[in-house]
Nanobody, 121 residues
């Protein structure tokens, strides 16, 4: 199995920054698409940013220019750098990774446990 461990959440003031990490461990061949989601109280889960294995990155319109997704392939870790944080960024952030367990195997998605981000004055 693959385990995703998230870290980096916390409480920050508006305009502050946080860096979330999602480290993948276990038995797998390659780490493919990695994606960050968030879910605020009373709202549906929404996609925040995604990064494919070929390096293509996309971020939601609500966070473009403020959030950056990146990956350290040597550490099998994906990051979400969050700058200029706003009240509406408050949510539980989850990472999702599509992994290939063998060279010709199928892709399967795994979820991290979530990390709380709170933006408060």
């Amino acid at each position: 199995q693959v385990q995703l461990v998230e870290s980096g959440g916390g409480v920050v003031q508006p305009g502050g920054s946080l860096r979330l990490s999602c480290a993948a461990s276990g038995s797998f061949f390659t780490l493919e698409t990695t994606t960050w989601y968030r879910q605020a109280p009373g709202k549906q889960r929404e996609l925040v940013a995604g990064l494919t294995s070929d390096g293509s990155a996309n971020v939601a319109d609500s966070v473009t220019g403020r959030f950056t997704i990146s990956r350290d392939n040597g550490k099998n870790t994906v990051y979400l750098q969050m700058n200029s944080l706003k009240f509406e960024d408050t949510a539980v952030y989850y990472c999702n990774a599509q992994v290939r367990v063998s060279e010709l195997g199928s892709l399967r998605g795994y979820w991290g446990q979530g990390t709380q981000v709170t933006v408060s004055s």
